[in-house]
């Protein structure tokens, strides 16, 4: 009586690593799975973010005597500089690598 028993309980003791083995992989094919979704949505939006900054945009400098400077921003092809067109300053000054 004593042998089954012990057999039984070394049946659950198996059984239950077994459950717990699986549901740990379970898991981690979850979070791998989780990660790249996260990632792909992570270079989605990287890329939606270069091709904005790519196509630029016009923002307004205001001072306080009541001058605005409208200059147009945007990032090089090569992403290596910001450019942008200033209202008063040299065209070829206008770059920040």
């Known amino acids: 009586m004593v042998t089954v028993a012990l057999a039984v309980v070394a049946v659950v003791v198996v059984v239950a690593a ?3 083995a699986a549901a740990a ?3 981690a094919a979850a979070a791998a799975a989780a990660a ?3 990632a792909a949505a992570a270079a989605a939006i990287a890329q939606d ?3 904005y900054m790519q196509n630029g945009s016009e923002l307004i400098k205001v001072r ?3 001058r ?3 200059r147009f921003f945007s990032l090089s092809n090569d992403v290596s500089e910001i450019r942008w067109q200033p209202t008063s300053k ?3 000054k206008a770059k920040s690598e």
């Open 18 to 20: 077994a459950a717990a």
């Open 25 to 27: 992989a379970v898991a």
């Open 36 to 38: 790249a979704a996260a």
């Open 49 to 51: 973010c270069l091709a």
């Open 64 to 66: 306080s005597n009541s």
């Open 68 to 70: 605005q400077y409208h």
């Open 90 to 92: 040299k065209p070829h």
